[in-house]
């Protein structure tokens, strides 16, 4: 199997993961970043986002078959292809900031010296690729290239898993040239797995209609869930009923506070934005973004209605990251909650196994704010915990342990982590999400 020199533009979750798990695989790969601080990180061997098992991998191929550089002339003359994992950040209207993505289609061009194979892994909206080829084109008309599309689908927390069992592989070309390339990179014995053969832009399409699928699914069990609690029904058990049905399938059908992260937020809001930008009404993608804004009014209102005053409670919160496995807050519901109890007059302690260096940044420790060494010292003197994040290590707590160093034993699940009866048993009030 041939093995190609892959250059890989950006240092992030996808970046990383990509570019490691690329030199899992053999090929010759250089991970490129403006940030000089996170080369620097990287050079020595310490990877600035916590993915489970990235790491062990970089042990095995560092200086070996993956490299990191700041300088894009040691990127862009040394590969053969070339995947874009840049920023799309969102826009003050929603649509996606793809500035980055300029920057790099200009400053890739000065090294277009034979054919390369440019690929956006990036987020990014329909066109997107045309942009890309006009802008080299413009600022290089002799340039030999092609400009494809292989979306990332990428979960925090499993991302190795998700690089190399995903459920399916999308392949954007332009060229019969571009598709023989991406198909030995995928080839079938590394990547035994359906393959989406499309033009650039149905391949660009996919990612936006994914992922605003499935923050629609999420959306809907939280809007079924706020109903159960007011019928007195369990909404776990509704959604056991719904996904036995292999029309629907059970994932994502998970009630809780909304959805977070890098992704469904800014997805969802570029999808809609595009849609408006050629006259189409996604007023469903509309409503699902805003029940989902509206869980965090939800959970505060159980808060209130469960601790009667917040004002001087003390209150552990359990989990920062907006999933489990990951240091990622962005967007995280946990990130919106704080500040509303703090604006209530409560006292907080805040522990997460992996994010709370991040969440230190915006959320500095002071008189109300405090950051705990352990799940154990999270709740000493406490009125109530508070689970923002679904972690192993909150399913595993020892409860009766922990309820000897609170002062009143209440806690209110944003994930439905536990067995509610079992935890009443333990002598909790216990205050779950769209359940009795």
């Known amino acids: 199997m041939k093995r190609f020199k892959i250059g890989v533009v950006g240092a ?21 970043d403006k940030d000089t601080e996170k080369i620097k990180k990287l050079k020595e061997g310490k990877i600035p986002i916590y993915e489970p098992g990235l790491e062990d991998i970089l042990k095995k191929t560092y200086q070996k078959n993956i490299f ?15 995947f874009i994992c840049v920023g799309t950040p969102e826009m003050p209207d929603g649509s996606a900031d793809l500035s980055y993505i300029e920057a790099c289609s200009i400053e890739l061009t000065s090294y277009l010296k034979e054919y390369k194979l440019i690929v956006e892994k990036s987020t990014v909206p329909v066109r997107t690729a045309e942009w890309i080829e006009r802008t080299i084109k413009l600022y290089n008309p002799h340039a030999d290239f092609d ?30 040239r571009a598709k023989k390339i991406l198909l030995e990179i995928y080839n079938e014995k590394e990547f035994p797995y359906p ?5 650039v832009k149905t391949a660009e399409l996919i990612k936006h209609a994914s992922n605003s699928f499935l923050a629609l699914k999420i959306s809907y069990i939280n809007m ?15 959604a056991e009923g719904m996904g036995l049905d292999r029309r629907i399938g059970r994932e994502f059908l998970k009630a809780g506070i909304g959805w977070g992260g890098s992704c469904f937020p800014k997805d969802v809001k570029a999808f809609i934005k595009m849609a408006e930008e050629n006259h189409e009404d996604f007023s469903i993608l509309k409503e699902a973004y805003k029940i989902n804004e509206k869980r965090i009014d939800h959970f505060i209102e159980k808060v209130k209605k469960t601790l009667w005053v917040i004002k001087g409670k003390r209150l552990a919160i359990w989990g920062l990251s907006f999933k489990p496995n990951t240091d990622d807050i962005r967007e995280s519901p946990a990130i919106k909650i704080i500040p509303r109890l703090l604006n209530a007059g409560a006292y907080l302690k805040l522990y997460d196994p992996e994010a709370m260096e991040n969440t230190k940044k915006i959320i500095p420790p002071n008189v109300n704010v405090n950051y705990a060494d352990s799940i154990e010292e999270s709740v000493k003197e406490s009125h109530a915990i ?6 192993d290590e909150f399913k595993n707590a020892n409860l009766p342990t922990l309820k000897k160093y609170m002062i009143t034993p209440i806690i209110i699940d944003g994930r439905n982590i536990y067995d509610p009866k079992k935890v009443r048993e333990l002598g909790f009030l216990y205050v779950p999400t769209g359940k009795p």
Not at 224 to 234: H, I, P, T
């Open 147 to 176: 400009v494809a599309s292989n979306p990332e689908f990428l979960k925090e927390g499993s991302g190795i898993k998700d690089f190399f069992q995903p459920d399916r592989i999308v392949l954007g070309v332009s060229s019969e």
């Open 68 to 82: 990191f550089t700041d300088k894009p002339e040691e990127i862009y003359a040394n590969s053969e292809v070339i």
């Open 195 to 199: 393959k989406i053969i499309t033009d």
């Open 224 to 238: 079924v869930a706020n109903f159960c609690e007011k019928v007195g029904v369990d909404v776990d058990v509704v």
């Open 386 to 391: 508070l689970i923002l994040t679904d972690w």
């Open 12 to 32: 992030g979750y996808v970046g990383l993961t990509t570019a490691i798990c690329f030199s899992e695989l053999g090929h010759h790969v250089i991970c490129y």
